[in-house]
């Protein structure tokens, strides 16, 4: 430190350290104010004043101290900021000098010595006070986070409100299962490390890659050197020429193929005892030399931290596999609860509207057969005023011939891509409407053209001569049918409430939870897995259907078996 932040920028630094007891140690360092030049000291270096260069030496001195402090295991560490710079409500000790010191080493309270033993007093108390903050927040947000938990099972008021948690929680089970599939396979897996046998510095040798290519080289060799030796006893063993061929060839001379027999078995013999040398080399280095010796010890060391860190994943992995599984059995029980309730209260609000919607119908026949009155068929206008003979036209055989197979097949399709046109460009649509375009829009163009012709042939059939007498019966209906009675009023509204009624969706009919996780694991969505009226969509016009025709099968059913059994009987008397 001293050489990086005095010597090199051109001081002399002259150190002493006062350590002699072992009170107050510490150190004072005398430094040179003058450049040094090679005719001797310089002009004074005022640069070395600066404040700026005073906190470079503050903060070197806080990073060397740190790691010292680091390196010899305390937990302790210094700040070169003042209190204040660090923002803290701390208050400064002052300095005691020399007198002071002594005193207090003596045993003996100076004035200075108990003004620093206050302000450590008041340290130690904000200290304390900043910790009992901290657990205070910490037991806050544990507090927050347990509510928050605690929160997603209640069971809410509204029916709406239970169907959407059911489904919801049906997602969150789904989701909770795969997650701890997954975590087993990984536990599973970091057992299967945990339990494998450690590796020693024998198995690293023995695999090592060098010393496997020499024993490989050795032992394809020494195959070899066998194979040729065996051809040249064999070759040997022939007559007395083969035998005096190969003495002659040993001695040097060249006498054909057994020279080169020769030749083979002594290369043979020179590259087996090559790689058996190269192989007993490798085998000294990885037990002698250091290098060796360390790389070993070091891949020893990283299968040992491979092995811990599997253990310390795998009890990881174990807790969030226990914390899953505690998580999904409550949320799966208060799943039950919601369903169990949402069932009993759907059956009862199901049953009710049935049986509202039976002593309607019923209403309805009864009122149906009293009221003499004939029912209107015209629509009704939403004013009192008659009907015009364009508008009476529209309900005319002809006009309504012309609508359905002529107008209709010509101009829908086009007319139902303009709104579709208008909704998604009602700015550009309407320019076009009013005109202001540059550029005609062909499709708005042909449907006006089919509008004119529209208008063109409703005229024409309300001003034809044949059609007056039609037209005038139309509107004489109107005006008849226009005043219903109270029993048509009262059977009109009946009506009203049934289709409204008939229309709605069943509710409940949720599935339990083993059969809904039996139908996801089938590929089902969990919302199609949670209830079967959702996915069948049943209204109560359905149901009710259901119901009349079960009846009527039933009642033909035992129409029928009464006449069964006298056939029956009559069979088995005229036996």
């Given at each position: ?26 150190a ?12 001797g000291?310089?002009k004074k270096n ?6 700026d260069?005073?906190?470079s ?15 010899a ?8 900021r003042?209190?204040?710079?660090q ?11 020399p ?29 304390n ?45 789904d989701?909770?299962?795969r997650?701890?599939?997954?975590l087993?396979n ?6 299967k ?7 020693t510095?024998?198995?690293?040798i023995?695999?090592?890659e060098?010393l496997?290519f020499?024993?490989e ?24 020429w ?15 193929q057994?020279?080169d027999?020769i ?41 040992l931290h ?19 599984t ?8 208060h799943?039950d ?13 199901n ?5 509202q919607?039976k002593?309607l119908?019923n ?6 057969k009293t ?9 009704r ?6 009907l ?9 055989d ?18 139902n ?18 005109g202001?375009m ?5 499709l ?11 208008l ?31 029993s ?20 409940g ?6 059969e809904?996780?039996a139908?996801m ?9 949670a ?11 359905k149901?009710?259907?259901k119901?009349?025709?079960q ?18 009987s ?6």
């Open positions: 430190m001293y050489q990086a932040q005095f010597v090199d920028r051109g001081m002399i630094a002259d150190i002493n350290i006062h350590h002699a007891k072992d009170e107050n140690p510490h004072h360092i005398l430094l040179t104010t003058r450049d040094v030049t090679p005719e000291f310089g005022r640069d070395w004043n600066q404040k260069v005073l906190e030496w503050r903060e070197a001195w806080e990073q060397h101290a740190n790691r010292a402090l680091e390196r295991g305390h937990d302790e560490r210094i700040d070169h003042s209190l204040a710079a923002g803290s409500d701390r208050l400064a000790t002052i300095h005691l000098g007198q002071a010191t002594e005193i207090e080493r003596k045993g003996q309270r100076t004035q200075l010595g108990d003004y620093n033993r206050e302000i450590r007093k008041y340290n130690d108390n904000l200290l006070l900043a910790e009992t903050q901290v657990e205070i927040r910490s037991l806050q947000d544990e507090k927050r986070q347990r509510d928050a938990y605690e929160k997603q099972f209640q069971i809410p008021e509204k029916w709406q409100d239970r169907e959407t948690l059911i489904i919801k929680n049906y997602e969150k089970l989701h909770l299962r997650q701890r599939a997954s087993v990984t536990v599973k897996r970091l057992e490390v945990e339990n494998e046998p450690l590796k510095r024998e198995h690293f023995k695999n090592d060098d496997k020499y024993k080289g050795f032992d394809n060799y020494l195959e070899k050197l066998r194979s040729t030796h065996h051809e040249i006893e064999r070759q040997k063993s022939g007559s007395f083969s035998r005096m061929k190969f003495a002659l060839a040993e001695k040097g001379y060249d006498v054909g057994s020279r027999l030749k083979q078995r002594e290369f043979y013999r020179k590259q087996k005892d090559e790689f058996k040398t190269n192989g007993l080399k490798r085998f000294h280095a990885l037990n002698n030399e250091l290098s060796e010796v360390k790389r070993i010890d070091d891949l020893i060391a990283n299968e491979r092995q811990t860190q599997a253990h310390v994943d795998r009890l990881s992995h174990q807790k969030k596999i226990d914390d899953i505690a998580h999904y059995m409550r949320l799966a029980e799943t609860k919601v369903v169990t309730l949402e069932n009993k209260e759907a059956e009862r609000y049953n009710d509207l049935k049986t919607l002593s119908a209403e309805i026949n009864e009122l149906e009221t003499r009155e004939p029912v209107f068929t015209l629509p206008k939403s004013n009192t005023e008659a015009s003979a364009l508008e009476a036209a529209r309900h005319l002809d006009f309504k011939w012309y609508e359905k197979n002529v107008f209709y097949p010509k101009y829908n399709e086009k007319l891509e303009w709104k579709a046109f208008e909704k998604a460009n009602p700015e550009r649509a309407e320019k076009i409407k009013n202001s540059k550029t005609k829009f062909k708005y163009e042909d449907l006006k053209i089919g509008q004119q012709n529209y063109l042939r409703l005229k024409s059939e309300a001003k034809s001569p044949r059609n007056q007498q039609a037209i005038q019966e139309i509107q004489d209906r109107y005006v008849r049918e226009g005043s219903l009675s109270p048509q009023q009262r059977l009109q509204q009946l009506k009203s409430e049934y289709n409204q009624i008939a229309e709605q969706r069943l509710r009919g949720w599935h339990d939870l083993s809904s996780q139908k694991r089938r590929g089902y969505a969990p919302k199609d897995a209830n079967t009226h959702i996915e069948n969509n049943t209204t109560f016009a149901v009710l259907e119901e009349r025709k009846e009527q099968t039933n009642i033909r059913k035992t129409e029928h078996e009464p006449n069964h059994n006298r056939s029956r009559r069979r088995s008397r005229s036996r």
